[in-house]
C-alpha cells in the first residue's frame, strides 16, 4: 500500500509556471511506476506524463510535450511535475497515481486502469 498527496497546485495567468508535488507514504516508492493525469470539469480523466521507476523512462502526452517535465526523487519519496507555459486548457485536477504491477510498461501508461493507487488531486487554475 502507498498514500499519495499532491500539493503545488494554484492560480496562475497565462505562461506562467507551477510545480507540482505528489508525496508517497511508506519505504517502498522506488518498487512504483508513477504517473500524473489530469481531469476537467465535464471531462474524462486524461494522461499527462508517467515515469519509470528509476525515472529514466518519461512519457507524455502531446499536449505536455515541451512544456512539462516529470522527475522523482526516490531518496525523498516525491515525484513531480514542473509545468511551464501554462494555458488556459491546462485548467483541471491534476492526479497523481501509482502502480507496482510487475509487467507495467509505458503503453500501458496512458491508462487510468494501471494505476492501483491515487491521490485526492489538487487544482490547477491558468487564466487568460
Known amino acids: 500500500q502507498v498514500q499519495l498527496v499532491e500539493s503545488g497546485g494554484g492560480s496562475v495567468q497565462t505562461g506562467g509556471s507551477l510545480r507540482l508535488s505528489c508525496a508517497a507514504s511508506?519505504?517502498?516508492?522506488?518498487?512504483?511506476?508513477m504517473g500524473w493525469f489530469r481531469q476537467a470539469p465535464g471531462k474524462e480523466r486524461e494522461f499527462v506524463a508517467a515515469?519509470?521507476?528509476?525515472?529514466?523512462?518519461?512519457y507524455y502526452a502531446d499536449s505536455a510535450k515541451g512544456r512539462f517535465t516529470i522527475s522523482r526523487d526516490n531518496a525523498k519519496n516525491t515525484m513531480y511535475l514542473q509545468m511551464n507555459s501554462l494555458k488556459p486548457e491546462d485548467t483541471a485536477v491534476y492526479y497523481c497515481a501509482a502502480t507496482s504491477d510487475p509487467n507495467y510498461t509505458i503503453a500501458g501508461a496512458i491508462s487510468t486502469r494501471t494505476y492501483d493507487f491515487w491521490g485526492q488531486g489538487t487544482q490547477v487554475t491558468v487564466s487568460s
Open positions: 511508506g519505504r517502498t516508492f522506488s518498487r512504483y511506476a
Open positions: 515515469i519509470s521507476r528509476s525515472g529514466v523512462i518519461k
